[in-house]
C-alpha cells in the first residue's frame, strides 16, 4: 500500500514539471544549500562533512600498511566503502551492505580512481612488500536525497585534506596525500519526464532514473552511471552533461576552498 | 582502466592488436532457447567472452517485501564461473557483481513491459562461463535474448555493447588487452528501436568529443548486434540447430 503513495507523488510532481516548477520551489538545474566542512574528525586522517539540504553525509579517510598487489608491486590502493546505516532513513535496515549501498561506494571510488588524481605509486613504501592503503569511508546520516553527489563531495575533500601518518607506522614522516585533481560529481534524476538536478527526497520517491556525472578538472569524463528503471536519449545526456560542466567547476572551487 | 605500463595498443598501420579496424567489433554468435528447464535461454559468444542466460517466471514474488502492486520486478543474477578467468575466482556473489546485477536489472526493468504482471517477479540468471573483456554487455545481450525466447513482452531488444579509448584512439569493443591498458571503457544498453540507452556506465577518461564518437560506435553495434539477436530467435522459433 505504501505504493500507492508514490503513485499520487508522481502525479503530482509530473503536474509540476508542466510548469517547470519543482517539489521545494527550485529551478530545473538549482542546487540545495550545500555545505562543506574538512577537518573534523581527529581521529581520522582525512575527513569531511556535507550537509546537502537535509542530507548529512561524513567522509573518513584511515590509512593502513599492506602488502601490495602482485600484478602492482611498486602502487599502493584505494578502498571505498559506504554504509547506508538505519540511522539514516527508516527504510535502512541492519544487515549485510544491500546492492545500494554497494553501488554508491563503487560509483564514488570510480570517479576518484579513473581520474587519475591520486600518485598510487607515491603511495610505496618497499617495491613488492608494503604499500599504503587508503581506506575511505562513506558515512549517511541522513538520507533526504542524493546521497551520492553529498558522498562524492565530501568523499574528494576527505581525500584532499588527508595526511599519511607515517611517523604512526614508523615508516618515515608525516605527508600530505597529494591529489593531481579534483574529480567531481553531478547526479541527475528523472522526475516528471524531465531530467532535474540534486533530487529532493520526494523527488527520488516520484522519480525514474538517475544519471550520475564525474567529471575532471578539463571537463573530461571519468565515471558514468545510470541507476534505476528508465531510459534516456542521447540528446538528454547532451544536456545534462552541459549542464555538469557547470556545476562540477562550482563545487570544485568549494572543495579547493576548504583545503588547509 | 588499467592504464598501467607502456602497452601499445594500435599498430603502425592504425588497425589493433588483433587486426581489427577502430570501429569494427569482435565477432559475435548468438543461440536462443537452448537450455531445457529454463523458460527462456540464450547463448552468446563475443569474441572469446561466452555467456549464457536463463529466464524464469513470471513467478509470485517472494519474499513479501519485494513486491510491487503495480508491476513486475525483475532479478537478476550476474555471476562468473570460477573458471572464467585467467585466475579462478573464488564462487559467489562479490561487490562487483552484486553491482552489475542491480544495474542490469534497473535497464531490463526499463524495457520489459513489466506493467503485465503486478505483484510477480521475473528471474534471470547471467553465467559468465569465459570472460574476456564486456561480460557485462555480453550478459546483457543473452538476458535480452533469453527473455524475448521466454515470451516475455518488451518494448526492444536490449542490446549490451562497449567503446573505448586505447592509445588516446576511441574505438569500438575493447578486447581483454585493451581493457586492461586501454584509457577509457563506455559500456551501454542500447535500444535500436527506439535510440534510447537503458544501460550506461563508464571509467576512465573521455573528453565530451570522444564520448560522442564512442556513442555513435555503440549504437553502430547495437544496430548489428540486434540482427543477430532477431535471427537467433527466429532460428529458435523454427526449431533451428540449437
Redesign the interface.
Known amino acids: ?1 505504501a ?2 503513495v508514490p ?1 499520487l507523488l508522481r502525479q503530482q510532481l509530473a503536474e509540476l514539471a508542466s510548469q517547470d516548477k519543482r517539489f521545494d520551489g527550485r529551478g530545473r538545474w538549482d542546487s540545495r544549500d550545500l555545505i562543506l566542512e574538512t577537518d573534523i574528525l581527529y581521529n581520522a586522517e582525512g575527513s569531511a562533512k556535507v550537509v546537502l539540504g537535509d542530507t548529512i553525509v561524513y567522509a573518513g579517510v584511515k590509512f593502513d600498511v599492506a602488502s601490495p598487489y602482485s600484478d ?1 608491486p611498486t ?1 599502493g590502493s584505494l578502498m571505498t566503502g559506504a554504509e547506508l546505516r538505519p540511522v539514516a532513513h527508516r527504510k535502512y535496515e541492519p544487515g549485510p ?1 544491500s ?2 549501498s ?2 554508491l ?2 560509483v564514488v571510488d ?1 570517479g576518484i ?4 588524481c591520486i600518485d598510487m605509486e607515491a603511495l610505496c613504501i618497499v617495491p613488492g612488500e608494503k604499500v599504503w592503503r587508503v581506506m575511505l569511508d562513506l558515512h549517511v546520516l541522513s538520507d533526504r536525497g542524493n546521497i551520492f553527489d553529498a558522498c562524492a563531495t565530501a568523499a574528494i575533500a576527505a581525500m584532499r585534506t588527508a595526511v599519511v601518518p607515517a611517523e604512526r607506522f614508523d615508516v618515515g614522516e608525516d605527508f600530505k596525500l597529494e591529489l593531481s585533481s579534483t574529480p567531481i560529481m553531478c547526479s541527475y534524476q528523472r522526475v516528471g519526464g524531465r531530467y532535474v538536478y540534486d533530487a529532493c527526497e520526494q523527488e527520488e520517491i516520484g522519480g525514474d ?1 538517475r ?1 550520475h556525472i564525474t567529471l ?1 578538472d ?17 540528446a538528454e ?1 547532451t544536456e545534462i ?1 552541459a549542464q555538469a560542466g557547470d556545476r562540477c567547476a562550482e563545487l570544485r572551487e568549494l572543495v579547493h576552498s576548504k583545503e588547509a | ?1 588499467g ?2 605500463g607502456d602497452v601499445q595498443l594500435l599498430r603502425e598501420d592504425g588497425k589493433r592488436l588483433d587486426g581489427r579496424a577502430v570501429d569494427e567489433m569482435r565477432e559475435v554468435e548468438i543461440k536462443a532457447g537452448f537450455l531445457p528447464a529454463a523458460e527462456g535461454s540464450a547463448w552468446v559468444k563475443h569474441g572469446l567472452n561466452v555467456a549464457v542466460a536463463a529466464v524464469y517466471g513470471p513467478m509470485e514474488a517472494h519474499p513479501r517485501k519485494i513486491q ?3 508491476r513486475a520486478v525483475i532479478d537478476v543474477r550476474y555471476n562468473m564461473a570460477p573458471f572464467s578467468t585467467s585466475d579462478r575466482i573464488r564462487p559467489g556473489f562479490n ?2 557483481s ?2 552489475i ?3 542490469t536489472a ?2 531490463l ?3 520489459v513491459l513489466v506493467e503485465r504482471y503486478p505483484r510477480s517477479k521475473i528471474r534471470v540468471e547471467i553465467e559468465i562461463l569465459a570472460a574476456e573483456a564486456g561480460t557485462r554487455c555480453v550478459g546483457i545481450t543473452a538476458a535480452s535474448v533469453a527473455l524475448a525466447d521466454a515470451g516475455i513482452p518488451m518494448k526492444d531488444l536490449l542490446v549490451g555493447v562497449a567503446s573505448g579509448k586505447i592509445d588516446g584512439i576511441v574505438v569500438l569493443d575493447l578486447d581483454k588487452a585493451e581493457d586492461n591498458y586501454g584509457q ?1 571503457d ?1 559500456p551501454m544498453g542500447i ?1 535500436p528501436n ?15 568529443e570522444e ?1 560522442d564518437l564512442a ?1 555513435e560506435y555503440n ?1 553502430k553495434a547495437a544496430h548489428e548486434i540486434h540482427e543477430l539477436m532477431k535471427q537467433a530467435l527466429l532460428d529458435s522459433a523454427s526449431g533451428g540447430d540449437v
Open positions: 500500500m505504493q500507492m503513485q602492482r602502487q551492505p546492492p545500494e554497494i553501488e561506494g563503487r570510480r580512481r579513473e581520474s587519475g532514473e544519471i575532471g578539463e571537463g573530461h569524463l571519468h565515471s558514468l552511471q545510470k541507476g534505476l528503471r528508465g531510459v534516456l536519449s542521447p545526456f552533461l | 582502466m592504464g598501467y510491487r502492486q503495480d561487490r562487483r552484486r553491482e546485477s542491480k544495474v534497473e535497464a526493468e526499463s524495457v577509457a563506455l535500444m527506439t535510440g534510447e540507452i537503458a544501460f550506461l556506465q563508464m571509467d576512465g577518461d573521455l573528453s565530451p564520448y556513442t549504437f
